[in-house]
């Protein structure tokens, strides 16, 4: 069911029992029968009143589910989950914590879209297509091409993701859209304006944060402090008054320092908001930057390999935490991961880089099957 005027699609699941991936499938298929044509995005509202999802019907439901999601959502609610029902999909998302919207009641979840909405509206009139456009981006370090003419676009609330063998230009890539890197040709159109030359910290007021293939934390510093700095764009009132503890300034840090925590708790690392960041393990250290990323509340996201180094149960984590900061908050995220079941995952669009050249694009499973591809890259491993 569609509210228009709210750009709100209503699923019903009230008393329905999905007995079998078949009856899934029926489901779904004529979810995307019916939302496909829209051409647009929407934000979910789903209903579980009296809903049951068989233990065969899982795996299905999920996959389905996320599918939608990625093709169809601006953000997701869900309502009256049943006890049961929450602890499928908590043990389908292997988190000890599920946190994905679930609501007690409508209104909830009708407020919950509001404060989504709000944020998307942050991103003003720019249509979905024209969030990011790079094109026929060159870089070169003296003799040394790192972009060879390399352009593709990136659709706002999607995850997209950036593969390619070591010194591909990669993260290069990233540091031009993110102003570290100047191109000597080509240009960067980030929602709706062209730049330039822009430096790091212009991106950053545009929105634009980032993580590193190499952490850049603070390691003397605890976990929170280092969140804290993801923050310092968004303070708007100056030291002196900060100093002085003047009203407004309280009120703003107040205002961060609850943005802070709803960060800590989204990312679960509670427990080690106290500790100096240079103590933990590595991959919670990605998993503060990831945090410091995530506190100035920005709108595209460069994620340069966040799961390198990590265990398989540290690189789950790390996949739903930047799936639901997708989920909830309706993120625009660029990923540079060499896991191809991680990319062909999380990805809805693939952009395959080789020498600095740009060698294919698509959905994940275009990429996989173009043979150029296969041969240049995935045919290695
Ligand atoms: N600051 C720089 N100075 C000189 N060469 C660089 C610099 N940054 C990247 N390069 C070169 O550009 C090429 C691509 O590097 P990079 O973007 O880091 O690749 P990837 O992230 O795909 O591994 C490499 O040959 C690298 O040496
Ligand atoms: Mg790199």
């Known amino acids: 069911m569609f509210h228009d ?24 298929d004529e979810v995307d029968r019916r939302l496909a044509p829209t051409n647009r995005r929407w934000y979910f509202l789903v209903i579980y009143t009296g809903c049951v999802i068989t233990p065969e019907a899982w795996e299905r439901f999920a996959a389905r589910g996320k599918a939608a999601n990625i093709a169809y959502s601006l953000g997701t609610v869900r309502v009256g989950a049943a006890a049961q029902t929450r602890e499928a999909i908590r043990q389908h998302a292997g988190r000890a914590m599920f946190r994905a919207n679930i609501f007690e009641t409508r209104d909830q979840a009708l407020f919950a879209i509001g404060e989504m909405r709000k944020r998307q509206e942050v991103l003003g009139a720019v249509s979905t297509e024209s969030f990011l456009k790079v094109e026929n981006i060159h870089l070169s370090f003296g003799g040394v091409r790192s972009l060879i003419g390399v352009g593709f676009h990136v659709n706002r609330g999607e995850i997209s993701s950036i593969i390619g063998p070591n010194g591909a230009g990669k993260s290069s890539m990233l540091n031009v859209i993110n102003g570290v890197y100047h191109p000597q040709i080509g240009s960067v159109t980030f929602m709706g304006t062209p730049r330039q030359h822009i430096e790091p910290h212009q991106a950053a007021v545009q929105g634009i944060a980032r993580t590193f293939q190499n952490i850049a934390l603070f390691k003397g510093m605890t976990v929170l402090d280092n969140i804290m700095t993801g923050r310092n764009l968004m303070m708007k009132t100056n030291f002196l008054q900060q100093a002085l503890y003047l009203g407004p300034a309280k009120r703003e840090e107040l205002e961060h320092r609850r943005k802070v925590e709803q960060i800590i708790d989204f990312l679960e690392i509670n427990a080690i908001r106290k500790t100096p960041v240079g103590r933990l393990p590595y991959g919670l250290q990605k998993r503060v930057e990831l945090g410091r990323a995530l506190a100035a509340e920005p709108i595209l996201l460069l994620l340069d390999e966040p799961m390198a180094g990590m265990n398989v149960e540290e690189k789950g984590d790390m996949a739903r935490f930047v799936l639901d900061a997708n989920d909830e908050w309706g993120t625009t995220i660029i990923l540079i991961e060499h896991d191809m079941g991680v990319v062909m995952d999380m990805s809805n669009h693939v952009v395959v880089l080789d020498h600095g050249e740009k060698i294919a694009e698509g959905t994940p499973d275009e990429v996989k099957a173009d043979p150029v591809v296969i041969r240049a890259y995935l045919g290695e491993g």
Not at 14 to 25: G, I, K
């Open 5 to 28: 005027a709210l750009g709100i699609s209503e699923f019903d699941f009230s008393n329905v029992t999905f007995a079998n991936p078949a009856q899934v499938d029926a489901y779904y």
